[in-house]
């Protein structure tokens, strides 16, 4: 899950600091496991934005075979 191949170019601003959120590496977390993933995030306080397509799709399923370990 390295990287979010269906990801679309966005135009969003983060609501706390009103700056453009700009494409990076981030580190997602659940039951004890990590996943680098390239995601739009603020570049001021780190803010990171989901698409819920990846919420909804790779990240549940993810999520499912992590929790029937």
Known sequence: MSNFKGQQQIDIVCV???IHLTLGQVTLTYLESS???????????GLVYIPEEL????IKQVEAALEDK
């Open 16 to 18: 706390k600091c009103g």
């Open 55 to 58: 919420a909804n799709g790779k």
């Open 35 to 45: 996943f680098p993933v390239e995601l739009y995030k603020c570049s001021e306080c």
